[in-house]
């Protein structure tokens, strides 16, 4: 479990710094940018950049708050399983931390200003519900190296439409 909460703290901290920088700016030349150069990026630029620094923190904050729960949960699955002991309510709570995620993610995103930004976290938000929904996806967690899978690789490829944003 502690090898799982450190992959969690660690992966929080990258993708909460990672929102940090998404300002991007202009190429040198471009209008707006350079030595001498007056002029400032168009109003809408600007206020789309904001958008999504602003939807990129709120998605820093989301991983933040719901990382852990889901950790939690998918280490106690596995735990359970490896105690040949009942696993149902167990899943059950991954279950349930998977649609926190996915409605969190929901909402940090819907009210962007970027369209892109928009559909890809409604495009992740479902792409959660259906994999909390999909007992499959957690018939394969049964030991921790699975809870770290499933918090690493797995998750960042569900993750990835909205990360891209991020980054």
Known sequence: MRQAVQALIISGMLLSAGACGTATNPAPGEPGVGIGSATAPPAAQRSAEASIRSSC?????????????????LTKLADARKQAGDDKAFEQQVQQSLK?????????TQHSLDPELRTDGKKTADQLQAKAADAKVFSEVKTTDDVNKALGTTLREWLSPVDKHCS
């Open 57 to 73: 923190e709120a998605l820093g904050q989301v991983y933040g708050t719901n990382m852990a729960p889901l950790a939690e949960a």
């Open 100 to 108: 926190a995620f996915a409605g969190a993610i929901r909402l940090a």
